[in-house]
């Protein structure tokens, strides 16, 4: 993986791991609900995101105060016909996993080393005798 790579998802993935940080913890509090034409809606509230069917007529977005945060957040997923309830944990972990697999697994060789770790002082070879990479010096 090419270092810009990496830095572009590393940014990618923090940023999206602290928008989702932010979401949640408001969502305590607001509600941001997006109705479409009395066909289904899209809100987030007590650290869920929630698609259902909405029997509101007409399109509308609001963000409300709501007092909800005295039932607490849902913490477990949800599926009946009417809605799907998703954690918002859970994107959130997904996102904080991937950044930090991504920051370890291609982390960029210290100088002089190879990839694999091998110190590579002194090896004319051009390949690295523990793991077999090619590289140039
Ligand atoms: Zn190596």
């Known amino acids: 993986m090419k270092p810009r790579s990496r830095r572009f998802i590393l940014c990618a993935g923090l940023s999206l791991t602290f928008i989702l940080t932010v979401v949640w913890s408001t969502s305590w ?3 941001a609900a997006f109705y479409c034409d009395s066909s289904f809606g899209i809100a ?16 509308e977005w609001h963000l409300r105060y709501a007092a909800d945060s005295e039932y607490g957040a849902i913490w477990w997923p949800r599926l009946t016909y009417l809605f799907v309830l998703i ?4 994107p959130w972990l997904a996102f904080l996993g991937e950044t930090m697999f991504v920051w370890f697994r291609f982390k960029p060789p210290a100088p ?12 004319e070879s ?12």
């Open 44 to 59: 987030c509230y007590r650290g869920v995101v929630t698609y259902y069917f909405s029997s509101f007529a007409g399109t």
């Open 126 to 137: 051009g390949v690295c005798p523990e793991c077999g990479t090619p590289f140039t010096e």
């Open 87 to 90: 954690p918002l944990w859970i």
């Open 29 to 31: 509090w607001w509600t």
């Open 112 to 123: 002089g080393h190879c990839q694999c770790g091998y110190n590579l002082a002194g090896n």
